[in-house]
């Protein structure tokens, strides 16, 4: 299980970080991921945060997400890492 952890650090959560982690709890019982994620939260993950983005780690990938585009940056970051054969 792999642990894909989001920043609720004050930066982050002003900028959406609440909407990060609903867009993510959607995908993840929508996809049936509930076995090889686990969703956390973290007031600092390192690498710092963004005005207007949320810092989320994967592992060893460190990435910065916009709110609106919550579901692409999932697809592009964590599925295609659970599946590198699917293009991204």
């Given at each position: ?12 959560h ?66 295609s ?8």
């Open positions: 299980m792999q642990d894909l952890v989001v920043c609720v650090g004050e930066t982050c002003q900028s959406g970080a609440e909407l990060v982690l609903k867009s993510y709890m959607d995908i993840i019982a929508r996809e049936k991921l509930e076995n090889m994620i686990c969703l956390k939260c973290s007031f600092a993950i390192g690498g710092g945060c963004q005005r207007d983005e949320v810092s989320v780690r994967f592992g060893d990938l460190r990435f910065q997400v916009n709110p609106k585009e919550a579901d692409l940056s999932f697809e592009q970051h964590v599925m890492t659970l599946n590198p054969t699917a293009e991204a």
